[in-house]
T-cell receptor, first 116, second 113 residues
C-alpha cells in the first residue's frame, strides 16, 4: 500500500450508533489531519496531530473524538452524530506541521458518511 | 475568520481554450500558496505551488499578487481531462506556531469537446 488510505469508504449510521473512521499513511510523515468536506462549503480542518500529539482542534463538537496511536495511524471516533454531520471526511498527512515551511498535504480518498 | 474566496463557476470552455481563475485571501500574513485539484468524488491533490515571482508548469501558470492579496491560475490549451474543481489554498500560522492550510470552496471547470 502506498500513500494515504482510509476505511471505510462509505458509512451509513444512525444517530445513536458508535463507529470509527481509520486512516493510515505509508509516507513516513510526522503530521496527520482530519478534514470535513460538506456540499457547497470549503474543506474544514478538524484536527491536527504532530508526532501523535494533538496540536490543533478547530472547535469540533465532542461527538467527534480523534485518536493517534502512532505517526502512521489516525482514527476518528464517532458517536451520537447528527444528520448535519453527513459529509466526506478526509484524512491527510504531511512531512511536518511547523510554521517555518509549509509542506504539501497528501489526502486519502475519504469516507463518505451519511447519518440517518 | 481567515477566508479564501473563489468564484464557484462552473466555467464551461471548449477544448483548446485558455481559462483563468482568481482567488483572494484575507490573511496578509500568509506566506505559502497553492492550487489543488479535486476531481468529482475524489480527494484533493496538489496541482502546483504559487511563488512570488510567478511560476509555470506546462500549460499551467500561477501568479501571486501580495499587495492585492490575490492568486491566479491560467490554463492554456484546455484538455477534457482538465475538468475538475480547482481549490485555492493558503497557509495560516496558528497561535501555537503550527502551519495549517485554509481552502477555498473551489472553482469548477468543465471542458467540452
Amino acid at each position: 500500500e502506498t500513500g494515504v488510505t482510509q476505511t471505510p469508504r462509505h458509512l451509513v449510521m444512525g444517530m445513536t450508533n458508535k463507529k470509527s473512521l481509520k486512516c493510515e499513511q505509508h509516507l513516513g510523515h510526522n503530521a496527520m489531519y482530519w478534514y470535513k468536506q460538506s456540499a457547497k462549503k470549503p474543506l474544514e480542518l478538524m484536527f491536527v496531530y504532530s508526532l501523535e500529539e494533538r496540536v490543533e482542534n478547530n472547535s469540533v463538537p465532542s461527538r467527534f473524538s480523534p485518536e493517534c496511536p502512532n505517526s502512521s495511524h489516525l482514527f476518528l471516533h464517532l458517536h451520537t452524530l447528527q444528520p448535519e454531520d453527513s459529509a466526506l471526511y478526509l484524512c491527510a498527512s504531511s512531512q511536518e506541521v511547523y510554521a517555518d515551511t509549509t509542506y504539501e498535504q497528501y489526502f486519502g480518498p475519504g469516507t463518505r458518511l451519511t447519518v440517518t | 475568520r481567515k477566508e479564501v474566496e473563489q468564484d464557484p463557476g462552473p466555467f464551461n470552455v471548449p477544448e483548446g481554450a485558455t481559462v483563468a481563475f482568481n482567488c483572494t485571501y484575507s490573511n496578509s500574513a500568509s506566506q505559502s500558496f497553492f492550487w489543488y485539484r479535486q476531481d468529482c468524488r475524489k480527494e484533493p491533490k496538489l496541482l502546483m505551488s504559487v511563488y512570488s515571482s510567478g511560476n509555470e508548469d506546462g500549460r499551467f501558470t500561477a501568479q501571486l499578487n501580495r499587495a492585492s492579496q490575490y492568486i491566479s491560475l491560467l490554463i492554456r490549451d484546455s484538455k477534457l481531462s482538465d475538468s475538475a474543481t480547482y481549490l485555492c489554498v493558503v497557509n495560516e500560522v496558528t497561535g501555537s506556531g503550527y502551519s495549517t492550510l485554509t481552502f477555498g470552496k473551489g472553482t469548477m471547470l468543465l471542458v467540452s469537446p
